[in-house]
């Protein structure tokens, strides 16, 4: 079946550490997304790539930093520039010539300082 | 920039009974989509129905229903004879499009309670 594959299901980040969170899909969609939902709020748009090489930034993108070198993948580092890391994190792919389809959402990572 | 409202935190509604969450939002554009998802505990983000803006007949899935009001920026979500497994938060999104890429704007969310 095709989906989205997030890894790890939930990390730990020390004081001062860069982690990365993995994001694979199989679905041939070329966009991808990252978002990030704090406890009793809604997703927000960190970065997005509609393209293979190619991304922008959301809406809270500092501290934060992608790379899209193949199109089934979209892993996002959390820099030690983030203060408040703590948060769970949803990718999301869509294809880009049918606007009628939604995105589709991975099974998230959860993000803890330790 | 476009923003999306949902101003109940909380519902809670009798099994096999009918509740309605509210969603508005400010936009500026005249074609676009509405969405709403629901997140159950397991936090999987899951499509329950979609609207597009240009479509006047509201979507319905099952016992899921919309009451699009364009005018008003109004989208709200009708659950009928409700389950237990409708638990859940339930998200209003808006989506636009940007250079190829969808761009959804999230509401604060609204739990919902089903009680048995």
């Known amino acids: 079946d095709g989906g989205i594959t997030q890894s790890p299901k939930y990390l730990f980040r020390k004081e001062g550490q860069n982690v990365t969170l993995s994001c694979e899909q199989n679905l041939n969609h070329d966009a991808m997304y990252w978002y990030r939902q704090d406890p009793g709020q809604g997703l927000r748009l960190i970065y997005y790539s509609q393209i293979v090489n190619d991304f922008q930034k959301g809406d809270i993108a500092e501290g934060y930093s992608v790379s899209r070198e193949k199109k089934e993948s979209f892993p996002l580092t959390v820099t030690s520039a983030q203060k408040n890391p703590t948060a769970f994190y949803l990718c999301?792919?869509?294809?880009?010539?049918?606007?009628?389809?939604?995105?589709?959402f991975g099974d998230g990572t959860r993000l803890s300082i330790l | 920039a476009q923003t999306v409202t949902q101003s109940q935190p909380e519902m809670s509604v009798q099994e096999a009974e009918t509740v309605t969450l509210s969603c508005t939002y400010d936009t500026s554009e005249s074609d676009y989509y509405l969405f709403w998802y629901k997140q159950p505990p397991s936090r999987q983000m899951i499509l329950v129905i979609r609207?597009?803006?240009?479509?006047?007949q509201n979507a319905t899935e099952n016992r899921f229903s919309v009451n699009f009001q364009k005018a008003a920026k109004s989208f709200s979500l009708k659950i009928s004879d409700s389950q237990l497994g409708d638990a859940a938060m339930y998200f209003c999104a808006y989506r636009d499009i940007i250079q190829g890429a969808q761009k959804l704007v999230f509401g604060q969310g609204t739990r919902l309670t089903i009680n048995p």
């Open positions: 609207q597009e803006a240009y479509k006047q």
């Open positions: 999301a792919s869509s294809i880009t010539d049918r606007w009628d389809q939604p995105q589709h």
